[in-house]
């Protein structure tokens, strides 16, 4: 898809900057501008894609829809997918878990939903699909919707109502269908300005994050030896999974900083399915997102929420470790 | 007087649209002045989903995303 990129680059670094090909620092700057260009044109792609649906599907539809319908568990994917295409900041998970609640949405299925949507965002897919493939993203894709499916039935079945704080239960006991806000119709052609204007502004935001992510990982790329990681982590070693999850849950980033680096780490020896589990406990679970859900929840729910997921993707790493 | 609230919880985006309508007050010389909302409780009576919001006058303008400074000046005039 991007041999013409490839062959474009070659062209600037080795032609008219004048580095060998065989050199590192040829090689480092070769991998530099090649990755930043091509994800950069991914990245803007698959947000403006993401931001057609969500001008269709906004958050307060997906609630209404899913405060009305009850599905005989059903709901838990339909909120796990809703939160895979619906991007947030992670400052509006409060508001969001509130929100749910008041809609009379039960607590597993927003906890389903929750999960799911720092995990799968629009940034990662892009990422993703540029560093390891469109096989491999589909399958971060769905595992984390399976991931956020399971969690929240998990946590659904735990009864864990009681551990909310006094507000959100008060707020729960109120709870109404919530109808959706009316914007009224509009055309295709009317909310495009919008849609290209937020895609420009994300891209922008994390632009910056990406460019030092594959800074770094153009260093490594040039200067660390294939299989230079083989010795610590490989697939035999049973603790490699857990260690790098529990090792990235403290670790706060966004995809856009952490993928250029573990693509690097995969080229060098990290089995793939490690490198995924440490990935999904730096990009999904924070705790500055911990302590801001500190205002509707206990510590103890706060633990048990934590513990559930970084479970969960531990089990997914040993699985990825499996199928790739 | 009107009133604009910048509800959210203190993200770099909701400090941008802070930012963002009071620059708008300034450049259109508006009789407004730009309250932050930080508190989730107070925030939550707006039935917003997501923040960075904006009310001007208790109507709830935007949600969820950072509004231009010539979007807040337009509803100020």
Known sequence: ?324 | MKTIKVLGTGCAKCKSTIAAAEEAVRTTGADAQVIKVEDIQEMMKYNILTTPALVLDEVVMIKGRVPSIEEIAAMLR
Request: aromatic content about 14%; hydrophobic content about 50%.
């Open chain 1, 1 to 324: 898809m991007f041999d013409w990129l490839d062959q474009l680059i070659a062209l600037l670094v080795y032609d008219t900057i004048g580095l060998s090909s065989e050199s590192r620092w040829g090689h480092a700057l070769h991998f530099f501008f090649y990755d930043s260009i091509k994800i950069l044109l991914l990245l803007f792609l698959i947000i403006f894609l993401m931001g057609i649906v969500n001008s269709y599907f906004p958050i307060d539809r997906i609630r209404a829809f899913l405060s009305r319908n009850k599905l005989y568990g059903a709901e838990y994917l339909l909120a796990s997918t809703f939160g895979a295409i619906t991007p947030f900041c992670s400052c509006s998970s409060v508001p969001l878990f509130i929100g749910f609640v008041k809609g009379g949405i039960p607590l597993g299925v927003t906890f389903a939903f929750l999960i799911t949507s720092p995990l799968v965002n629009e940034v990662a897919i892009a990422l993703f699909i540029g560093m390891f493939g469109l096989k491999t993203t589909l399958l971060y894709v769905g595992s984390g919707i399976v991931l956020g499916t399971l969690g929240g039935y998990v946590l659904g079945r735990l009864k864990l109502e009681p551990l909310l704080s006094d507000w959100t239960q008060g707020v729960m006991q109120q709870a109404q269908e919530e109808d959706a806000f009316n914007e009224g119709r509009r055309t295709f052609t009317q909310r495009l300005p919008e849609i290209t204007r937020e895609a420009f502004g994300i891209v922008k935001t994390v632009l910056l994050y990406v460019l030092i992510g594959i800074g770094i990982g153009a260093a490594m790329h040039g200067f660390i030896p294939t299989g230079f990681f083989e010795q610590y982590i490989s697939k035999e070693n049973p603790f490699a999974v857990p260690i790098a999850v529990i090792l990235g849950v403290p670790m706060y980033s966004n995809a856009a900083g952490v993928l250029p680096i573990i693509q690097v780490m995969v080229q060098k020896g990290v089995p793939l399915g490690t490198a995924i589990a440490f990935m999904m406990a730096v990009v999904g679970l924070s705790l500055p997102e911990g302590t801001l859900l500190k205002k509707v929840m206990s510590w103890k729910l706060i633990a048990i929420f934590f513990g559930t997921i970084t479970f969960l993707i531990i089990v997914s790493g040993y699985l990825f470790n499996l199928i790739l």
